[in-house]
């Protein structure tokens, strides 16, 4: 079992992060992993706050940024616009808010705590929605970073791992390194 902090998830968070948060507490395989969830950030890279739905820390995998859509169906418009449930058609890309989340939470190790050699991985995770094929291949995200309502009712544990792992083969393999991701002495 994962230790979450917050212990308890809020009542009025969204039904996909209830979920996700129930999955992640109960997975097998997860007694060392730290999960964060609805992590504020004071620095973030295109708002003036923003939010982590998750961080799951993971010794010997690496840290993943998780943002979570709860919405029932997803789609996405020609022009680019993404269509999630009966919200309003927007421009701003999941994807784009889990990368820039990532981006905020790597800056932050970096600079004020001077861990720079683990690898930070970021997806989105459609908790009721099924992801459609022509959203599983785009130039903008890698089809290892869609989780869908799927994922969610297979082993999240594993599906996280996975995520990790392909994306550190994915980044070395477009010559980035890393050390060993190593766990607490």
Do not use: C, Y
């Given at each position: 079992?994962?230790?979450?902090?917050?212990?308890?998830?809020?009542?009025?968070?969204?039904?996909?992060?209830?979920?996700?948060?129930?999955?992640?507490?109960?997975?097998?395989?997860?007694?060392?992993?730290?999960?964060?969830?609805?992590?504020?950030?004071?620095?973030?890279?295109?708002?003036?706050?923003?939010?982590?739905?998750?961080?799951?820390?993971?010794?010997?995998?690496?840290?993943?940024?998780?943002?979570?859509?709860?919405?029932?169906?997803?789609?996405?418009?020609?022009?680019?616009?993404?269509?999630?449930?009966?919200?309003?058609?927007?421009?701003?890309?999941?994807?784009?808010?889990?990368?820039?989340?990532?981006?905020?939470l790597e800056k932050f190790l970096s600079t004020r705590v001077g861990l720079t050699a683990t690898h930070i991985e970021s997806c989105v995770w459609f908790t009721h929605a099924p992801v459609r094929r022509d959203l599983r291949a785009s130039i903008e995200w890698a089809p290892w970073q869609v989780l869908d309502m799927y994922t969610l009712q297979g082993d999240v544990a594993e599906a996280v791992t996975s995520v990790a792992a392909a994306g550190r083969t994915h980044r070395t393999e477009a010559g980035h390194r890393w050390p060993s991701v190593v766990g607490p002495d």
């Open positions: 079992m994962a230790h979450m902090i917050p212990a308890l998830i809020d009542e009025d968070a969204p039904p996909g992060e209830r979920a996700l948060f129930a999955a992640l507490m109960s997975a097998e395989g997860t007694a060392n992993w730290t999960v964060l969830h609805s992590l504020r950030l004071v620095d973030h890279p295109t708002q003036q706050r923003g939010e982590i739905d998750f961080v799951v820390v993971a010794p010997d995998i690496g840290i993943v940024v998780i943002e979570v859509k709860s919405h029932l169906s997803i789609a996405r418009k020609p022009n680019g616009e993404w269509l999630l449930g009966r919200d309003r058609p927007t421009t701003r890309s999941p994807f784009q808010q889990a990368d820039d989340a990532k981006f905020a």
